[in-house]
């Protein structure tokens, strides 16, 4: 028998359309945004624009902040070094409010199709990589890949 799945997607060189289009035809339920600051340059993909996308398609939008990568991991990240970053958010993840949070969403992956979304393409590049293998490690993995912009 199959354990259970979690989906994750990044939205680097995304568009809103292109990421809502592969969540939905995945059959997403939960977008659970684990960015630690729900902003972002890239236009509709800020909190508030970003939940009102996912509620236009159906998808239900959750912020964990207390799952996303502090301040010196992102540093670390954009440096390139995952060693660094993988340390970093290894500590974060001990942290009772993030164990609170992984808590939450291990219980809403296991009754809801959920996508973990972040910045990263590649989602062996994203903390969203390490915080499933630490929170679900019994799932299943799919990295969905944003439709390219029209």
Same mark, same amino acid.
């Given at each position: 028998?199959?354990?259970?799945?979690?989906?994750?997607?990044?939205?680097?060189?995304?568009?809103?359309?292109?990421?809502?289009?592969?969540?939905?035809?995945?059959?997403?339920?939960?977008?659970?945004?684990?960015?630690?600051?729900?902003?972002?340059?890239?236009?509709?993909?800020?909190?508030?624009?970003?939940?009102?996308?996912?509620?236009?398609?159906?998808?239900?939008?959750?912020?964990?902040?207390?799952?996303?990568?502090?301040?010196?991991?992102?540093?670390?990240?954009?440096?390139?070094?995952?060693? /660094? #970053?993988?340390?970093?958010?290894? *500590?974060?993840? !001990?942290?009772?409010?993030?164990?609170?949070?992984? =808590? &939450? +969403?291990? $219980?809403?992956?296991?009754?809801?199709?959920? /996508? #973990?979304?972040?910045?990263?393409? *590649?989602?062996? !590049?994203?903390?969203?990589?390490?915080?499933?293998? =630490? &929170? +679900?490690? $019994?799932?299943?993995?799919?990295?969905?890949?944003?439709?390219?912009?029209?």
């Amino acid at each position: 028998m199959a354990g259970p799945t979690i989906w994750t997607i990044g939205y680097e060189q995304a568009t809103v359309a292109g990421v809502m289009a592969a969540l939905s035809r995945a059959g997403v339920e939960v977008l659970a945004d684990v960015r630690a600051l729900p902003l972002s340059r890239r236009p509709g993909f800020s909190k508030t624009a970003l939940a009102g996308a996912a509620k236009e398609a159906g998808i239900e939008y959750r912020h964990f902040k207390e799952l996303g990568t502090p301040a010196d991991g992102r540093a670390a990240a954009r440096r390139g070094d995952h060693t /660094a #970053l993988s340390a970093i958010y290894a *500590a974060q993840l !001990e942290l009772p409010e993030a164990m609170a949070a992984g =808590a &939450v +969403l291990a $219980g809403l992956a296991c009754e809801r199709k959920v /996508a #973990l979304l972040c910045y990263e393409r *590649a989602a062996a !590049e994203c903390h969203r990589t390490l915080l499933r293998e =630490a &929170v +679900l490690p $019994g799932f299943e993995a799919v990295d969905l890949l944003p439709d390219d912009p029209a």
